[in-house]
């Protein structure tokens, strides 16, 4: 089954850690680059984090540089959100996605992917 499933939201306090997962089917993950995006209440989805498939690339938001990182385990593959440094506008549904062409042009957009996960809550406490 074609599919991508996150995990490890919950609620912490500013400054604190997490460190969401994104479980792909092989089909995906081998294929496919894996991308953050996040939704608060009453705004747009917004582009966080991609790697592309080998690993060898990434990019972030302007608002996460320095505080997230990403990347991927092939044995399990999966790929990881490390948020370090949270605040309280880090506040939103966390979803991970798979894009087939990564590009610095593309990546941003949320019509460049082909699979998306349900979501995982991140509440950040002030």
């Known amino acids: 089954q074609v599919q991508v499933v996150e995990s490890g939201g919950g609620l912490v306090q500013a400054g604190g850690s997490l460190r969401l997962s994104c479980a792909a089917s092989r089909q995906i993950y081998s294929n496919y680059y894996m991308a953050w995006f996040r939704q608060a209440p009453g705004k747009e989805r917004e582009f966080v984090a991609a790697?592309?498939?080998?690993?060898?690339?990434?990019d972030f938001a302007d608002s996460v540089k320095g505080r997230f990182t990403i990347s991927r385990d092939n044995a399990k593959n999966t790929v990881y959100l490390q948020m370090n440094s949270l605040k309280p506008e880090d506040t939103a549904v966390y979803y991970c996605a798979a894009g087939r062409t990564y590009s610095s042009g593309r990546i941003y957009y949320t019509s460049n992917y082909a699979y998306w996960g349900q979501g995982t809550q991140v509440t950040v406490s002030s």
């Open positions: 790697v592309s498939a080998s690993g060898g690339r990434s």
